[in-house]
Each structure stands twice: as C-alpha cells, then as structure tokens.
Nanobody, 118 residues
C-alpha cells in the first residue's frame, strides 16, 4: 500500500499550487480521501475531504473554503488539492489520508512540504 504526495514547494503569497496523492495497493474507489496539514509546531488538522462516491459532498476547513478544491480521479487512483490565493498561514506539511467506514485499515502518505513566503 502506498500513498505518495507530490506538488509541494515554495510559493509567494497569492500564488497557487496543486498537490497530488497517488494511491496504490488498495481499493481506492471505496475510500474517502482526505487532505490534512501540520503547520510548524502545531498539530495535524483536516483540510478537506471527498467521498468515495459522487453522491457525497466535499467538505473543507473554514480557513480554506473558497480557496482550496479537492478532487479525485478514480481511474488514476489519485486525489488532488488545488490551492489558490495561498497565505503564509497555509505553510505546513500536507498529508493525504485514506479511510473507509468499518474495520478496514486506514492509510497515510509521507507528506509534502508547502511553504508560502515572499
């Protein structure tokens, strides 16, 4: 099982980044996918989630609503996080997370660093 994040980096305030999380080794389409982040010196927080089916709704942390968009491509077993209008307070390590209701195992990626600074 692997979750491999990519797309992080250094960006100026107001800029954009698109994170990707490529999944393998489990039934991706059955899992709710989430993006978490961990700012320096702080705990991990939920940023966004996307359900396993098109009937569900995406959810976002209040701090990123209107700026971030989560999406998924089940054919490519990849989840994305489009981040626009980035702020210095968005600086964090971003992790993707796979979860399924019940007793199925959950999975974390290794994280990708996003730094917003001028």
């Amino acid at each position: 099982v692997q979750l491999v994040e990519s797309g992080g980096g250094l960006v100026q305030p107001g800029g954009s980044l698109r994170l990707s999380c490529a999944a393998s080794g489990f039934t991706f389409s059955s899992y709710v996918m989430m993006w978490y982040r961990q700012p320096p010196g702080k705990g991990r927080e939920l940023v966004a989630s996307i359900p396993s089916t098109s009937r569900g709704r995406m959810t976002y942390a209040d701090s990123v609503k209107g700026r971030f968009t989560i999406s998924r491509d089940n054919a490519k077993t990849t989840v994305y996080l489009q981040m626009n209008s980035l702020k210095p307070e968005d600086t964090a390590v971003y992790y993707c997370y796979a979860v399924r209701p019940g007793t199925a195992p959950t999975y974390w990626g290794q994280g990708t660093q996003v730094t917003v600074s001028s």
